[in-house]
């Protein structure tokens, strides 16, 4: 017998654990918005690919968006890469991260 899915309430389901989530991890948003910033502007996306080891990219990172009034924390950071490099949670864009995998 097939399985009936309530379509809408699964829908609802998602669109709260999203909401939950993005509460409970608000530097994502600031990460993301960053890195949509990072894609409009070639200039740093090239000096995001100065680092040549991870503490000092992630420093960067964190350096060049403070400086734009985004703020996220190294270890805010070092969460997205690692959550991001193991295939999920996509709010790095994927030139920066084409970067992150040479570095780290």
């Known amino acids: 017998m097939p399985r009936y899915v309530d379509e809408s ?3 609802n389901m998602l ?3 999203l ?3 993005t509460q409970n991890r608000p530097f994502e948003k600031s990460i993301k918005q960053f890195g949509e910033i990072v894609m409009a502007e070639p200039a740093l996306l ?3 690919e100065e680092p040549r080891d991870a ?5 960067m990172y964190c350096k060049l968006a403070a400086e734009r009034d985004i ?5 805010d950071m070092r969460i997205a890469v ?3 490099k193991q295939g999920s949670n996509w709010v790095i864009p994927k030139p920066v991260l084409n970067i992150v995998r040479e570095i780290f």
Not at 55 to 59: C, M, P
Not at 71 to 75: A, R
């Open 19 to 21: 909401e939950r989530d």
């Open 46 to 48: 090239a000096k995001l």
């Open 55 to 59: 503490d000092s990219f992630i420093a």
């Open 71 to 75: 703020h996220f924390s190294p270890s």
């Open 15 to 17: 669109k709260a654990a």
């Open 82 to 84: 690692q959550e991001q």
């Open 9 to 11: 309430k699964e829908l």
